[in-house]
């Protein structure tokens, strides 16, 4: 692209094949009342449908349009810092590519960024049609981060957001493998603010996040901000060896103040066994998941592969290894 254009637009697609021509147009009408120059990038995550000829066919009508396909399925958050590392903008707008981010917000995110705030978030007010199960437990689960997480994350905000080119460049220089886009966004700090908009329902398709993707990724999120869950085993600990010690105040109640049945004693042995079993075994599997979390930063491989790329600028420096004192190697050479 000759000129650096004012905005990029971020766009993750896993099968949306139905999606994109009307994201297109809507982000094409969206961006024309702001007069100023876009590129839309479009990261193809391995889809299995006919996205990628979508795209294709998109970029060869408006070379504004570029894509970025992915070797294979990474995942919606990989995408999306694919995505950041190829766009060239003073700003950068993720949106989904189903259309519940919708493209009309995108002049109020770019409102408050000529205000000066760097980061924009857009934070939804309701979600329409959405499940019963996901909105308790998108509800709990942002409560919750909050209580343990080292900075706060705004509460039903999700990847849809505006970020200045400078918070942008931080976040390509983030060295780490689990990208948990919302909780470093809310990390890097800047000013940000909260623009609100009701979340509408998917315009067609069914979600690619399954409820396990889901819980997988709120345990990223949780465990990438927080160390609290690795101190709920020494808490837990603690709570066990005041139970014991009371369960030693009840025998001796029991053996000396009253007259004792013998099956009382089997009762605490096999309460206690289990007891003391479950919380030793919650606290390995806490370990496990930063010990396991700890060996993929450490194998230090590229965050993604790239098949092909159309109609965008040269990456940025992807996330890699920083630690052994070498520089990151570049993925792959994406116009080879
Ligand atoms: N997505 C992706 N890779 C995946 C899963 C999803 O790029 O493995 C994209 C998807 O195409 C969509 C966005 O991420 O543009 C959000 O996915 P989805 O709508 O399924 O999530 P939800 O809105 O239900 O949270
Ligand atoms: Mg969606």
């Known amino acids: 692209m000759a000129t650096v254009p004012t905005y990029s637009l971020v766009v993750p697609v896993f099968n949306e094949a ?97 205000q000066g705030y760097q980061v924009v978030y857009a934070q939804r007010l309701s979600r329409q049609r959405e499940t019963w199960l996901k909105r308790v437990t998108a509800y709990s689960f942002y409560r919750l981060i909050n209580r343990v997480a080292d900075v706060p994350i ?15 460049n931080v976040l390509n220089a983030m060295p780490e493998r689990n990208r948990y886009l919302r909780g470093l966004r809310a990390w890097v700090g800047f000013s940000q603010t909260a623009v609100t908009y009701h979340r509408d329902p998917r315009l067609a398709g069914r979600p690619k996040y399954t409820f396990f993707k889901s819980f997988v990724l709120a345990l990223d999120g949780m465990i990438s901000l927080s160390r609290v869950p690795l101190k709920l085993a020494t808490y837990l600990g603690l ?61 230090g491989r590229p965050l993604y592969t790239i098949r092909q790329v159309q109609g965008t600028g040269q990456p940025a420096t992807p996330p890699g290894p920083v630690s052994n004192g070498q520089p990151p190697q570049p993925i792959t050479n994406p116009h080879g």
Not at 33 to 61: A, C, K, V
Not at 72 to 96: C, E, K, P, S, W
Not at 154 to 168: K, N
Request: charged fraction near 15%.
């Open 18 to 114: 139905e999606n994109l021509e009307v994201m297109y147009r809507r982000v094409a009408g969206a961006m024309a009342s702001l007069g100023e120059n876009f590129e839309l990038i479009l990261i193809d995550d391995g889809s299995r449908d006919t996205s990628l000829q979508i795209m294709q066919r998109i970029h060869h009508q408006d070379n504004r349009v570029g894509y970025i396909s992915l070797a294979r399925n990474f995942g919606h958050q990989v995408a999306v810092t694919a995505g950041l590392q190829f766009a060239q903008g003073q700003a950068v707008i993720v949106l989904d590519a189903d259309l519940q981010d919708p493209p009309e917000l995108i002049p109020d995110l770019v409102a408050a960024w000529r």
């Open 154 to 168: 705004p509460t039903d905000t999700g990847d849809f957001c505006l970020m200045d080119r400078q918070v942008v």
């Open 239 to 299: 709570l066990t060896a005041l139970l014991a010690l009371g369960m030693i105040g009840l025998v001796l109640y029991w053996r000396f103040v009253y007259v004792a049945s013998p099956l009382i004693g089997y009762a605490l042995i096999t309460i206690a066994v289990f007891f003391l079993g479950s919380v030793q075994l919650i606290s390995i599997g806490i370990l496990g998941e930063y010990v396991g979390r700890i060996y993929e930063e450490v194998k």
